[in-house]
């Protein structure tokens, strides 16, 4: 069965750095997404990517965050400048219409 | 803006007893999702419910979307140990869109 690949599993940063986590969605799939999960929390979204642009974005995804589709496969979020706060599980999800989606393995990100 | 909920937050169950999470959204939905997260896991995606007063079956679990389609309950019949994780309810944010508003979830643990 296809699944959302997710890369790398986890991330050490320092404060200040700049991350890329990484999204290989499911390869039909027209419709992306990124959410994140504190430890112990719930799931938030992100933001929605569909047709090369981004369809909706949350408060959370402020200036720091990006999103791209550098090619046919991958899906990728940046974040500039990382912040203590943006420890978290980030999930990337794919669906085929604006329905299902596929959650990836996630990504844990650790600011120091 | 819109807010889902879930109670109970926590529910610890002996084996063999049954089990239920119920799910409030603070507006009218287009459809409500039911993921199941394994304890170090992602998201996985068990149902959708469309239809006012709707009810689904998965062998033990049983779905529910009611009349309003305001609220959702998740019944588990008999549990088993590899029912553990969290059951979280989701709602897009609007029609037609892919952003969906996740409730805090319920985590189940069951005693063998």
């Known amino acids: 069965e296809p699944e959302v690949t997710q890369t790398p599993s986890h991330q050490v940063t320092q404060m200040g750095q700049e991350v890329i986590l990484r999204c290989v969605p499911i390869?039909?799939?027209?419709?992306f997404y990124w959410y994140r999960q504190i430890l112990g929390q719930k799931v938030e979204f992100l933001v929605s990517?569909?047709?090369?642009?981004?369809?909706?974005k949350s408060e959370i995804f402020d200036d720091q965050f990006s999103v791209e589709r550098p090619d046919g496969s991958n899906f990728t979020l940046k974040i500039r400048s990382t912040k203590l706060e943006d420890s978290a599980m980030y999930f990337c999800?794919?669906?085929?219409?604006?329905?299902?989606?596929?959650f990836g393995p996630g990504t844990r990100l650790l600011v120091l | 803006g819109q807010q889902v909920m879930q109670i109970p937050q926590y529910q610890h169950v002996q084996e063999g007893e049954d089990f239920t999470t119920y799910c409030n959204s603070s507006?009218?939905?287009?459809?409500i999702q039911w993921y199941k997260q394994r304890p170090g896991g992602h998201p996985v995606f068990l149902i959708q419910?469309?239809?006012?007063?709707e009810v689904k079956k998965q062998k033990r679990l049983t779905f529910q979307f009611g009349e309003a389609k305001k609220n959702s309950s998740l019944h588990i019949t008999a549990t088993q140990t590899t029912d553990v994780g969290t059951y979280f309810c989701?709602?897009?944010?609007?029609?037609?869109?892919?952003?969906?508003?996740f409730g805090q979830g319920t985590t189940l643990q069951v005693k063998p």
């Open positions: 419910l469309v239809k006012s007063g």
């Open positions: 507006t009218t939905l287009s459809n």
């Open positions: 999800a794919s669906s085929g219409g604006q329905e299902t989606q596929y």
């Open positions: 390869s039909n799939h027209l419709y």
């Open positions: 990517f569909y047709n090369n642009e981004i369809s909706e």
């Open positions: 989701a709602g897009p944010s609007r029609p037609n869109t892919g952003k969906l508003i």
